[in-house]
């Protein structure tokens, strides 16, 4: 092979549940350098879901992270140029590249949603992806639908 493997990059585990999976989504929730900020708005999103949830015998943690799973795909489309027409390949994604597309599917709907605060917007959408509603889910299933549809070309993967 011509390439180099890419090394993971190791991340170190966030301050309050002592989670690197906590670090790597606050460090995409970033913007402009401000950790400081996005910890804030994770963990505030944290006591939301805190509040949110009824006869739940998770943790907010453990809320978050099945809403995570819920979102997770684990097929994407390709486009490859064939002859002369582009045809979108499926292809299955790698563990990391999944968890990094599910967060960024989060952090992306939550950004739209319609709440005032991104911490109250981040809690919303973690607890609808927890019950396997809102957008996040809708994208991960459009991506899933995509990638069904063009099945016949999954022989052009190489």
């Not at 906590?22 to 950790?35: A, D, E, I, P």
């Not at 978050?64 to 299955?92: C, D, F, T, Y």
Request: some cysteine; proline content about 3%.
């Amino acid at each position: 092979m011509r390439k180099t493997k890419k090394k993971n990059k190791i991340y170190l585990p966030d301050p309050k549940f002592n989670d690197s999976l906590v670090s790597r989504f606050v460090n995409h929730l970033m913007k402009n350098g401000k950790k400081s900020v996005a910890y804030r708005i994770f963990y505030n999103a944290m006591k939301k879901i805190d509040l949110i949830k009824e006869r739940e015998e998770k943790t907010s943690l453990e809320i978050w992270k099945e809403g995570l799973k819920n979102v997770m795909p684990h097929i994407e489309v390709k486009s490859r140029r064939m002859g002369g027409a582009n045809i979108q390949v499926p292809i299955p994604i790698s563990s990391n590249n999944k968890i990094t597309k599910a967060m960024k599917l989060l952090i992306d709907c939550a950004i739209i949603r319609k709440e005032k605060t991104m911490s109250d917007k981040l809690a919303s959408e973690i607890w609808d992806a927890f019950k396997e509603q809102g957008e996040a889910v809708k994208r991960k299933e459009n991506i899933h639908k995509m990638a069904e549809a063009n099945k016949a070309f999954s022989h052009f993967r190489f």
